[in-house]
């Protein structure tokens, strides 16, 4: 699989990110379509004001040479019948927002199981945040009260994600001593290694090739490991 975790933030180092992530879908082209425009589809957590960030990503890629768009928000009429024409994009990119708002329109749409198979069958997979967490075996991290829950109006229950990797992705984390500690007690109730990146990293995945762009801990059952 071909995967990018992107933890967050406005820093410069995201562009390393942004490379990485064109790379992989220029890599993964097949002969026929080596010549055509990179496409990519954006998935907006919610359609409000999906618009003005739709843009800012068009710009953001634009520059790395991705050349066609397609915004999709599956929480507007009419999503279902647009999702075949989001699967035809060389990269889909989750958005970042509210993770349990994200999971239940991915879930209801069936599009949560369309995008594995997409990730399994070759297809570039980007997540920003609440995207990238809900590739993870479970979201129950952005329900926990020590590391500052997402609210869950929507009242998701089932909180399994795409299990796209054997880890659990901890966006936005800071080496402070509450967050440390709250990570530290987090990883005790869960059986899955926590990745808690720093704003302007985040993860590549390549295959079995795991890369860490910026900074991190790795959070294991009561006990942390740095980057």
Known sequence: MKLVL?????????????????????KNRKKERKNKPLKLTYLP???????IFFRRIMRRYRSHGVKQFF???????????????ALSSDII???????FYFLKHLRET????????FAKQGGVLAGLSAGALIMS???????????GPDENEVGVRNFKGMGLFRFEFSPHFEPTRRQIEAHL???KKTEHPVYAVEDGGGIVIDGKSLSLFGRGRIFRRGKVHSD
């Open 6 to 26: 992107y933890s967050g933030g406005q820093q410069k180092s995201n562009h390393r990110l942004h490379r990485a992530l064109v790379s992989l879908a220029r």
């Open 45 to 51: 957590f919610c359609g409000d004001d999906s618009e």
């Open 71 to 85: 915004c999709l928000a599956l929480d507007q009429p009419h999503a279902r019948e647009e999702i075949a024409e």
């Open 93 to 99: 990119y989750l958005a970042g927002g509210n993770t």
């Open 110 to 117: 069936g599009m949560l199981k369309k995008l594995s198979e």
């Open 137 to 147: 075996p479970t979201v129950k991290l952005a329900a926990d009260k020590g590391l």
């Open 185 to 187: 007690a987090y990883s």
